[in-house]
Nanobody, 124 residues
Framework: QVQLVQSGGGLVQAGGSLRLSCTAS????????MGWFRQAPGKEREGVSC????????YYADSVKGRFTISRDNAKNMAYLQMSSLKPEDTAMYYC?????????????????WGQGTQVTVAS
């Protein structure tokens, strides 16, 4: 079965950096776009970023553009989200996801493939 296992996250001071990792198994990694969502308490899920299978297209939500960088290593079946200049409003549970497409409609993804979630807390 498909498994997406996340690592990284934690508590950081505002202005700091964190890297999230996602390791995929049970799927042909090259067939899928990879990306990240986040959800803060009381807020809707937000599609943060995604990357196409070959890395030739990336999408970033306006809220993270210029601060977050998504990447992938197809040889290792891994995806990453490097988060810099973190703000308290970035505090949320972050989820890795795999889907067929990566586009500006990433937030509307209906994929069934999700990581377990990892908490990111940015202290002011």
């Amino acid at each position: 079965q498909v498994q997406l296992v996340q690592s990284g996250g934690g508590l950081v001071q505002a202005g700091g950096s964190l890297r999230l990792s996602c390791t995929a198994s049970g799927l042909t990694f090259d067939d899928y776009a990879m990306g990240w969502f986040r959800q803060a308490p009381g807020k809707e899920r937000e599609g943060v970023s995604c990357i196409r299978w070959n890395g030739d297209y990336t999408y970033y939500a306006d809220s993270v553009k210029g601060r977050f960088t998504i990447s992938r290593d197809n040889a290792k079946n891994m995806a990453y989200l490097q988060m810099s200049s973190l703000k308290p409003e970035d505090t949320a549970m972050y989820y890795c996801a795999a889907d067929v497409y990566c586009s500006a409609s990433w937030s509307q993804s209906t994929t069934d493939y999700w990581g377990q979630g990892t908490q990111v807390t940015v202290a002011s």
